[in-house]
């Protein structure tokens, strides 16, 4: 089983930043990829941005050039720096963490509210 604890999340003025951190523990040795996805009132998840086990990184074309996710393998934790919000950021934030032949598992989300 695998525990995901998200924290960061916040209320922002446009044009600000906004760091997001979430640290996993549990039964993550065949870990391969985490990140952030995000879901806005009436809207669909998308993915924000992941990282691989071995760095490679990933962003979605909204959040490129603003975004910069980032890992720290000693403490099993990774980072969402987002900066140049936007109140289109404005979104429930969810880890996730891909593990091998195995279903994703999720954060319960922290909310990201950027005010106009």
């Known amino acids: 089983q695998v525990q995901l604890v998200e924290s960061g999340g916040g209320l922002v003025q446009s044009g600000g930043s906004l760091g997001l951190s979430c640290a996993a523990s549990?039964?993550?040795?065949?870990?391969?990829?985490m990140g952030w996805y995000r879901q806005a009132p009436g809207k669909q998840r998308e993915l924000v941005a992941r990282?691989?086990?071995?760095?490679?990184?990933a962003y979605a074309d909204s959040v490129k050039g603003r975004a910069t996710i980032s890992r720290d393998n000693d403490k099993n934790t990774i980072y969402l720096q987002m900066n140049s919000l936007k109140p289109e950021d404005t979104a429930v934030y969810y880890c996730?963490?891909?593990?091998?032949?195995?279903?994703?598992?999720w954060g319960h989300g922290t909310q990201v509210t950027v005010s106009s």
């Open positions: 990282i691989t086990s071995v760095g490679t990184t």
């Open positions: 996730f963490l891909s593990r091998i032949n195995n279903a994703p598992s």
């Open positions: 549990g039964n993550i040795f065949n870990m391969y990829a």
